[in-house]
């Protein structure tokens, strides 16, 4: 198992690596640079010239790109060039914001998608199933930035239940970080929740079919206990695998649920940066990133082997 | 500005009795100290050091922060602020006189030697600031005694009071930038009426007031936060359902709905600046002036003006916005198109059934809207106007790469008429995107800038503009008014027609 974790962990390096390199290339790439940016209208020649000296931007792309990586392997990311704000700062602020949010959508996924697929296999083709079918549906063909401002209209602006925006730290405040997740983990897990429940569905309806719950029943253990206790462990395996990919999505940040409600998340910093070209936070923010993908992907690994003992790893 | 070796002086009561007078057409209440302003922004600040600033909007916050050396009153004259008086004894010569008592922040002292320090600083290559080219004509800053400096110019310029009461006048204490080198970015220090408390990028700022302000009294707020609220109907939402007290740069469309909420106010102000279509003078179609005058002509800029902004602002017909001392109706394109006179300049640029070019629009709402209707108005006169949205860096390197025929773009506007014309209509000017080139222009914009007494700039920016109409190297547009809104609670505001926001005398009813 130890040997396993090992080997993962350093299949991990090539592969950030070659994930820096493709990020500093697209970047460097795109049409824009960043002092002119910065400066607008008010660039004078002579001042542009001063930044991109200061900023170490006048040197050949390799050159900058060595510079930066020995930088980062001592886990020194640089500073933003537009803030100044060293970036693993600024990546540190964003961390608990996007955490919070993508635990409480998953949370919302999970409470609505799982019960509603059980239910929907268990009753297959009854009314049940058809009304989780048609709230799934509908659930992943919203508009998240339709839904969210729906949201809002209804329950700050008519009903004055929650705030219509804004980030408050647990720490501060615990009930009003609480009240300040409802609204978007709500937006982003709807849709989640409806890819979860047509998962859960199909998996647990192909496990139900099969010989050792045909053995159960013939055993006569209530139908409860053969869906929950039996059928339902290994019918997991296949709506871990979209949870995993749906949270590694989510810790890149949901870029539209985190403007609309105006949450500084990591989604944002990385779209603002990638307008203004902000190369240190472009870098920084996407290895952080693509670490999280690797790590939430060995977690899910790990997850099949609790569910299923006969899913060994060497 | 002028009024040789006399020093020039407004004391301390008088303005405040101009602000309050103001105030008062929102109430007649005394102001009422404490409570915390909430303020949604569009964007978040970038710095908050403003020597360094690059964005327009991070005034917004350093009017909180800091005092300029002077300041400007509701009809944009310049008013004392750090500097209590100043006389100007020679055209290359100012001395400032600063104000007694005046503490940073941080307990130090604004001493001459501190502003001195100041300048330099800003002027200093190393420092990579922007200010330096808008400090470009001062040679040396010398400490004649504790209280008192003096600034020694290259040329004269009659610009400079104008732009010491923007950014390149804000002082900045020396201490706080000695201790924090370029982290003083994030620890402001200055002499305004609040300091600086914590910056949550993205998320929110907060200042409190700072108790040693040297305006006694002032500010009326205990505290201001800002929150950057990126989606314009979320921020509304925010104002009406008591989650801000007041919202900053409302889209035009958003603004006559409000309009008829009897708990907000909605103010625009004419601003200062103003949308154009920049030409690139060194290639067809646009080297031939008959056909930059063609497509000056056909474009309906009352359409624009009601149609994208709503009838906030005012059309352009030229760089000085109607509220500034320089304006004056001149003849030439009007607000609305004459296509008698389009098929005149066709002919004689050579194209009698027209012409065909792109123009460059960087991809937002507004600028995609007034380019449909300019490209509706062209095709009404026989000109095939092709519209290319960019997105902001392609189109800045297209740009500066000569690389089109014409670029929708704006300017934020300065208060004096020299900021709006000097740098993007002389030769090789900064600004001056499509090379255009005109010694005779040149020669009266420099003179202008020089000149001491207003009455003779007034007349030299007259010929200036008479020429800019006529020859069109620039195509302009519109002057966008700042909009701001808030909830009635909001009192005291003075509205100062650069669009900043300044709370010092802003305080909370009921």
């Known amino acids: ?314 | 500005m002028g009024g040789f070796g006399s020093w020039r002086r407004v004391s301390t009561p008088v303005i405040v009795g101009v602000a309050l007078a103001l105030g008062a057409s929102a109430s007649a209440q005394e102001p009422k100290p404490g409570g915390v302003l909430r303020v949604g922004l569009q964007g978040d600040f970038t710095t908050m050091d403003p020597h360094m600033s690059t964005s327009a909007e991070d005034r917004d916050l350093y009017y909180q922060l800091y005092s300029p050396l002077v300041g400007l009153d509701a009809n944009l004259k310049i008013v004392p602020e750090l500097a209590e008086a100043w006389e100007q004894p020679d055209p290359l010569t100012y001395v400032f006189r600063l104000r007694k008592g005046v503490k940073f922040h941080d307990g130090t002292d604004l001493t001459a030697e501190v502003v001195k320090w100041n300048f330099e600083r800003m002027l200093n290559p190393a420092t990579g600031s922007i200010r330096r080219s808008e400090l470009g004509n001062v040679k040396s800053v010398d400490v004649l005694n504790p209280l008192t400096v003096r600034i020694n110019l290259k040329e004269p310029d009659a610009v400079l009071l104008a732009t010491l009461s923007d950014r390149a006048g804000m002082m900045v204490s020396r201490a706080a930038v000695e201790k924090h080198g370029k982290d003083f970015a994030r620890n402001p220090v200055g002499t305004g009426p609040f300091q600086f408390v914590e910056w949550a990028k993205d998320d929110h700022l907060t200042v409190r007031r700072f108790p040693g302000y040297w305006k006694s009294g002032l500010p009326y707020l205990d505290e201001i936060v800002y929150k950057p609220i990126p989606d314009h109907s979320v921020k509304l939402t925010a104002l009406r359902t008591g989650t801000l007290d007041l919202i900053d740069d409302l889209p035009p469309k958003d603004v006559t709905p409000l309009k008829g909420n009897a708990k907000l106010r909605v103010i625009e102000t004419p601003g200062l600046g103003y949308r154009r279509i920049e030409l690139n003078h060194t290639r067809p179609p646009f080297n031939l002036k008959a056909l930059r005058q063609a497509v000056a002509w056909a474009i309906n800029r009352e359409a624009i003006h009601r149609a994208v902004f709503f009838g906030a602002g005012a059309p352009a017909q030229g760089p000085i916005p109607p509220r500034s001392w320089a304006y004056e109706p001149l003849p030439g394109y009007g607000t609305t198109p004459d296509l008698a006179k389009v098929k005149e300049k066709l002919a004689e640029g050579g194209q009698p059934n027209g012409f065909r070019f792109v123009l460059n629009v960087v991809n937002t709402p507004v600028a995609q809207k007034q380019a449909e209707i300019i490209q509706d108005n062209l095709k009404r006169a026989g000109i095939d106007m092709e519209i290319a949205l960019l997105e902001v860096g392609a189109f800045d390197e297209k740009r500066r790469a000569l690389q089109f025929d014409g670029a929708e773009g704006r300017w934020s506007g300065r208060v004096d008429p020299d900021g709006n014309m000097f740098a993007h209509l002389i030769t090789g000017g900064a600004n001056n995107w499509g090379k255009y080139a005109n010694p005779r222009l040149d020669d009266l914009l420099r003179r202008a800038r020089s000149a001491a007494q207003p009455g003779e700039r007034k007349r030299l920016y007259a010929e200036a503009l008479r020429i800019i109409i006529d020859d069109v190297p620039i195509v302009f547009l519109h002057h966008d008014a700042w909009t701001k809104a808030w909830d009635t609670r909001v009192q005291g505001y003075v509205e100062i027609p650069d669009g900043r926001m300044r709370f010092e005398r802003v305080w909370l009813g009921r």
């Open chain 1, 1 to 314: 198992m130890l040997g396993y974790l090992l080997r993962r962990a350093g299949a991990m390096v090539p592969v950030i690596a070659v994930v820096s390199v493709v990020v500093f290339s697209l970047i460097h790439l795109t049409p824009g640079d960043p002092v002119n940016i910065m400066l607008r209208e008010e660039a004078d020649p002579a001042t542009a010239a001063t930044l991109r000296r200061q900023l170490g931007l006048d040197r050949p792309l390799p050159l900058q790109y060595a510079a930066w990586l020995g930088r980062a392997v001592q886990g020194e990311l640089g500073r933003s060039i537009r803030t100044n704000q060293p970036v693993t700062d600024a990546i540190r602020q964003r961390v608990p914001v996007t955490l919070s949010l993508a635990a409480a959508a998953l949370l919302v996924a999970l409470a609505i998608g799982l019960p509603a697929g059980i239910l929907a296999a268990v009753r297959r083709n009854s009314v049940v199933d058809v009304a989780a079918t048609l709230v799934a549906i509908s659930g992943v063909s919203l508009p998240s930035f339709w839904l969210a401002i729906l949201l809002i209209l209804v329950f700050s602006v008519t009903l004055g239940w929650l705030p219509p925006l804004g980030w408050v730290s647990p720490g501060r405040d615990l009930g009003a970080w609480v009240r300040s997740l409802v609204l978007p983990a709500v937006t982003l897990g709807v849709a989640i929740a409806a890819v979860v429940m047509r998962m859960t569905r199909a998996s647990l309806l192909e496990v139900l079919e099969l010989d050792y719950v045909r053995t159960a029943r013939a055993k006569g253990l209530a139908e409860r206990r053969i869906v929950l206790g039996h059928a339902l462990r290994n019918a997991l395996i296949p709506v871990v695998t979209v949870i995993g990919l749906q949270a590694g999505a989510l810790l890149g940040g949901a870029v539209i649920t985190e403007t609309i409600f105006a949450l500084p998340g990591v989604g944002r910093l990385l779209v603002d940066a990638i307008f203004q070209r902000d190369f240190p936070i472009v870098q920084g923010v996407v290895l952080v990133l693509a670490l999280n993908f690797l790590i939430v992907n060995l977690l899910v690994d790990l997850t099949y082997a609790w569910l299923d003992p006969r899913i060994r790893y060497h």
